[in-house]
């Protein structure tokens, strides 16, 4: 019986909650009866297995409207069926503003309120799996899916919980390989758009000949080779996301009329007359500065100030140490579940060897070291003898010169970040400050040295 759903029948008349009691019952579900509503809401606020609730609407104490709101201020997921005597279209519209999901009149006929209870059954049990398929789309699609505890992500996160919710253009930037599109995917799954579309575009991968046609669509006849009518992507995101990957491809005409759609939300196929009313939000990224780009007229300084209405910045993964040591387990897991191997983790000595590494790839390219690594390695750890020589030269990673201080921290509960930045800094400090010497020591180049140097510089650890 545990598994049988629970009805509770609420009215005052013993022949009415008898009867409707009997009917539920036959149509295989457990029944709980009360006289009062407030028994049963005592009674329902200690329970978790009840499904659906038909309640009179006219008791003495606690009514059906008292009753209804009390379930919906405590947040229960039921579904409620109120019953009366009293038929009057203003009871009906009252208990539905209240959020009754049904509306019944007495006297009751039964074989129709046995149909009634199991609609709404089979309704919320529909809900039910639509929530439980929203939170697996939230786990690959949504913030769960970005891995990230360093300073960098968490502002990145807290600036992403407060604009999904809102209806503005976002514009995010970062570097190749950070995870733009993963970043907007997860901007749509927490909106209220998440139930329809998101749509992907990337501007600079489609010729510009064509890409007219795939955003705005066309019309049969429009052209050479428009043999039916197209439905473009401004269209199909009607109520959901439009992301534009690479905006900064855009040319010259296509931002004149993105701006336009942007501002007047209206666009016209290619080849048509018609203005049609589209509501979408924009997502747009680049790995460009755009503000470059506007000051050598390669891009529209009015469509840039309409497109980062807010921006969003993702960090490189170079700025991210705290995130290494997550991202490699998290992708090593993956990988390994999908090639079906056997590896269980990455020595701490490589994890240190990878923290030096520069990552101009980024995510992306960590990913792709780590599949190659799996792919590769027969054992269950991988070592620092099995990272890819091309990372760190021909020497490969095993000849790097961590120092004391390093191999100190590997033993030690410390971040990648931690373990990095004493590794740089230390070795700067034996050099006399001299950075081609301790990037040679380091096997890293002067260039991403430099740059890590400026990171520690603006977070406050190297005085420069």
């Known amino acids: 019986m545990a598994d049988v759903p629970t009805i509770l029948v609420i009215d005052d008349e013993t022949g009415s909650r008898e009867s409707m009691a009997i009917a539920i019952e ?18 329902l606020n200690n329970s978790d297995h009840i499904r659906v609730v038909v ?15 009390a379930v919906r201020e405590k947040e229960h997921n039921l579904g409620v069926i109120l019953v009366t005597g009293f038929g009057s279209i203003e009871s009906a519209v009252e208990a539905m503003q209240v959020g009754a999901d049904d509306y019944l009149t007495k006297p009751v006929d039964l074989y129709e309120l046995r149909q009634r209870v199991m609609n709404l059954m089979e309704r919320k049990q529909l809900k039910e799996e639509v929530t439980s398929l929203r939170q697996m789309l939230d786990k690959r699609f949504g913030f769960e899916a970005l891995i990230g505890k360093s300073a960098p992500m968490e502002r990145l996160f807290e600036q992403m919980r407060v604009v999904a919710p ?10 190749s390989g950070t995870g733009k599109e993963l970043v907007s995917k997860a901007l749509h799954q927490a909106s209220p758009r998440r139930s329809e579309r998101f749509l992907a575009i990337n501007c600079g991968a489609i010729p510009t000949d064509i890409l007219e046609s795939e955003l705005f669509g066309h019309e049969r006849g429009s052209f050479t080779g428009a043999v039916a009518r197209k439905i473009g992507k401004f269209e199909l995101a009607h109520k959901g996301t439009l992301f534009l990957d690479e905006i900064s491809e855009l040319y010259p005409e296509l931002q004149v009329k993105l701006l336009r759609v942007l501002e007047e939300r209206q666009v016209m196929r290619v080849g048509g007359s018609e203005l049609i009313d589209v509501d979408f939000r924009l997502v747009a990224a680049t790995n460009r500065d755009l503000e470059e780009e506007v000051s050598v007229g390669r891009f529209r300084e009015d469509l840039y100030y309409r497109l980062k209405v807010v921006t969003l910045p993702i960090p490189p993964l170079r700025q991210r140490g705290a995130d290494l040591a997550l991202l490699c387990d998290h ?25 030096c590494y520069g990552w101009p790839g980024n995510v992306r390219q960590l990913r792709n070291v ?24 021909e020497t490969g990673a095993s000849s790097l010169d961590f120092g004391a201080p390093v191999q100190a921290a590997i033993g030690e509960t410390r971040t990648m970040d931690e373990i990095e930045r004493q590794a740089i800094l230390e070795t700067l400090k034996r050099t006399d400050g001299h950075r081609a010497e301790a990037a040679k020591i380091l096997k ?9 140097l ?5 977070q406050g650890y190297f005085d420069g």
């Open 370 to 393: 780590i599949e190659s690594m799996v792919i590769f390695h027969q054992g269950e750890e991988i070592g620092v003898d099995d990272l890819p020589p091309d990372l760190f030269g």
């Open 26 to 43: 036959r149509a295989g579900f457990s029944v709980r009866t009360f006289d009062d509503a407030r028994k049963a809401l005592d009674y």
């Open 331 to 355: 992708f090593l897991q993956l990988i390994c579940e999908e090639h079906e191997r056997p590896i269980k983790s990455l020595s701490q000595e490589a994890l240190a060897a990878m923290a």
């Open 444 to 452: 890293i180049g002067l260039r991403t040295l430099q740059r890590k």
């Open 55 to 69: 309640c009179d609407l006219r008791m003495p104490g606690m009514d059906g409207l008292g009753f209804l709101a």
């Open 454 to 458: 400026k990171d520690y510089k603006d």
């Open 166 to 175: 809102t209806r503005s253009t976002a514009l995010v930037i970062g570097e």
